[in-house]
């Protein structure tokens, strides 16, 4: 059973930097694309960084410069480090995993989102930021 648990987040001011940390059990095959996606109140979820087997991330401008998605040598742990925070970034960030096709088949619709055409459908609890001016 796939399973993520994310970790690192936290209240701080404008303008620190957080670090969060996603580590996922349950599957061997380390070559899946890793995603981190970002939910604040009243708001849809939506897909901010992922990162891709070879290392190559990607990002949704809105956080292109700001946020840096990377991957520990084991491919077992994921990272996002958000830098020069501003508080409308507030929000509960969760980490998800790549689904292959006959996967995501199986899976509700509103369960799976996607980042640049890369299909996410296993999800951790989340963690939350919360930043103040």
């Known amino acids: 059973q796939v399973q993520l648990a994310e970790s690192g987040g936290g209240s701080v001011h404008s303008g620190g930097s957080l670090r969060l940390s996603c580590t996922g059990s349950?599957?061997?095959?380390?070559?899946?694309?890793m995603g981190w996606f970002r939910q604040a109140p009243g708001k849809e979820r939506e897909g901010i960084a992922a990162?891709?087997?070879?290392?190559?991330?990607t990002y949704a401008d809105s956080v292109k410069g700001r946020f840096t998605i990377s991957r520990d040598a084991t491919k077992i742990t994921v990272y996002l480090q958000l830098d020069n925070l501003k508080p409308d970034v507030t929000a509960m960030y969760y980490c998800?995993?790549?689904?292959?096709?006959?996967?995501?088949?199986?899976?509700?619709?509103?369960?799976?989102?996607?980042?640049?055409?890369?299909?996410?459908?296993?999800w951790g609890q989340g963690t939350q930021v919360t930043v103040s001016s």
């Open positions: 998800a995993k790549q689904c292959i096709e006959t996967e995501c088949e199986r899976i509700p619709t509103s369960k799976v989102l996607v980042i640049h055409g890369t299909k996410f459908a296993y």
């Open positions: 349950g599957y061997t095959y380390r070559g899946f694309t």
């Open positions: 990162i891709f087997s070879d290392g190559t991330p």
